[in-house]
């Protein structure tokens, strides 16, 4: 199974960036989708999680300018990031905990995508 990330970049201050992550492999189900950040020599955080019942948790500090969702017929996982600051500027990874059979899940991250934020 693989997690891969796309969308990172360069991004002003107060501007827009979309994150996706493409789940592939042997997947049975793809479960809770989350999306983590770590900034320079800083521990790795939590951003946001989707569950496939459509449960959102969203981290305070993204409250209200992130929204994570998913398609689950790609078993994608998307980030639109708005009004970015520059202290958003961290490497994203994706998360998930995926089933590669109806009885065993375990969990896969992605290699993580860089995310700068100018001033």
């Known amino acids: 199974v693989q997690l891969v990330e796309s969308g990172g970049g360069l991004v002003q201050a107060g501007g827009s960036l979309t994150l996706s992550c493409v789940a592939s492999g042997n997947i049975y189900k793809v479960n809770t989708m989350r999306w983590y950040r770590q900034a320079p020599g800083k521990q790795r955080e939590v951003v946001a999680g989707l569950t496939t019942g459509g449960t959102v948790h969203y981290t305070d500090f993204v409250k209200g300018r992130f929204t994570i969702s998913r398609d689950d017929t790609k078993n994608t996982v998307y980030q639109q990031m708005n009004s970015m600051k520059p202290e958003d500027t961290a490497v994203y990874y994706c998360?998930?905990?995926?089933?590669?059979?109806?009885?065993?899940?375990?969990?896969?991250w992605g290699q993580g995508t860089q995310i700068t934020v100018s001033s």
């Open positions: 998360h998930a905990d995926i089933k590669v059979t109806p009885n065993y899940e375990y969990d896969y």
